[in-house]
C-alpha cells in the first residue's frame, strides 16, 4: 500500500483524511441516479446514467485515498476498514454493472442495480462513519502535532 501512501490522495493538509470528503462525490452522484430513476420518469435516464458513471469514475480516488488511510490502521480498525471497503467495492460493483445495462438498453435492470448499490454503500458508509468519527480514524496526528 505505499503507492497509496504516497499519492496525493493521502495527505496531512486538511488536518484530516480526504477520503471523507471524497465520498460525497459518489455517493452524491449515486444517490442523485436512484432519485432520478424513481422521481424522474423516462426523461430522465440519460441524466441517471451519467450520474451512476461519473459516480464509479469517482470511486477510484475515493479508493485510493481510502486505501491508504486503511494501509496505516491496526487491530480493530483496520477490520471494520476491510469490511467497509468490501461493501464499497461491492457497490461498486453494482454501479459499474448499473452502467453497462444501461448502455445496454435495459434501464429496469440498471435502475434495480442502482437501488441495490445505494443499500450496499449506505451500509458501507455506516462503517466508514464510525471509524471516521468514533474511532477518530480520519484525524491526522502529524497535523494535530504541528498546530
Known amino acids: 500500500m505505499d503507492w497509496a501512501r504516497r499519492s496525493p490522495l493521502h495527505t496531512d493538509v486538511l488536518g ?13 452522484c449515486w444517490l ?4 432520478l430513476d424513481l422521481a424522474g420518469g423516462s426523461q430522465s435516464r440519460r441524466g441517471a ?38 461493501g464499497a467495492d461491492a457497490a461498486i460493483a453494482l454501479f459499474a454493472g448499473s452502467v453497462v ?22 451500509g458501507a458508509g455506516f462503517l466508514g462513519g464510525h471509524l471516521a468519527l468514533t474511532r477518530g480514524t480520519a484525524r491526522r496526528d502529524s497535523f494535530a502535532e504541528s498546530n
Open 49 to 86: 446514467g451519467i450520474l451512476a458513471g461519473l459516480g464509479v469514475l469517482a470511486s477510484v480516488p475515493t479508493a485510493i485515498a481510502g486505501a491508504a488511510d486503511w494501509s496505516e490502521l491496526s487491530g480493530a480498525e483496520r477490520r471494520i476498514g476491510a469490511i467497509h471497503a468490501l
Open 16 to 28: 484530516h483524511s480526504i477520503h471523507p470528503s471524497l465520498t460525497d462525490v459518489t455517493t452524491g
Open 101 to 122: 445495462a444501461r448502455l445496454r438498453g435495459r434501464h429496469r435492470t440498471g435502475t434495480k442495480l442502482a437501488l441495490a448499490g445505494n443499500l450496499v454503500i449506505a
Open 32 to 35: 442523485g441516479t436512484t432519485l
